[in-house]
């Protein structure tokens, strides 16, 4: 009975640690992490916030200051409602504002047939902005024909 006991210790001990080696030598574990290019207008410092917590949720993130954040939007396809203080570039994505990395991961994983997501102005309380928000902030679709109600998730 001793000797039943200890083997099965052994198989459960056994089948644990091949569960943990499998887990961490999964090609997940190795990947490289996700590259963001953050383009921000030079006089703003909340975009530097945002790109410190990008990079805090496992991104590797370039912030590149430039004095026309407009023009790019412009050449991405973003409507004039949906800029906002900073423009990202996302594994082919455009994600503009302080966007949570929920919305972001939940793009990235769904890959829907959209320019990007943008919360356009700067609304309280989001990764990279203080104060406090009353409430929900809607994150806007990117569309290629323009629109800018469609609504891709809400944060509360």
Do not use: W
């Amino acid at each position: 009975m001793r000797n039943t006991n200890t083997m099965l210790k052994f198989r459960r001990s056994t089948a644990l640690l091949a569960a943990l080696l499998a887990a961490l030598l999964s090609p997940q574990a190795f990947a490289a992490p996700t590259m963001v290019t953050l383009y921000k207008n030079l006089q703003c410092t909340c975009c530097e916030a945002h790109a410190k917590y990008l990079d805090e949720q496992g991104f590797k993130v370039e912030v590149k200051p430039v004095p026309d954040l407009h023009s790019i939007n412009k050449k991405a396809g973003v409507p004039d409602a949906l800029e906002g203080c900073h423009t990202s570039f996302i594994d082919g994505y455009v994600v503009i504002g302080h966007v949570p990395v929920d919305a972001i991961r939940k793009l990235l994983a769904e890959r829907p047939k959209i320019i990007g997501i943008s919360i356009p102005e700067m609304p309280a309380k989001l990764p990279g902005m203080p104060g406090i928000r009353f409430k929900p902030v809607s994150i806007y679709e990117i569309t290629a024909d323009g629109s800018t109600s469609k609504i891709f998730m809400t944060v509360p």
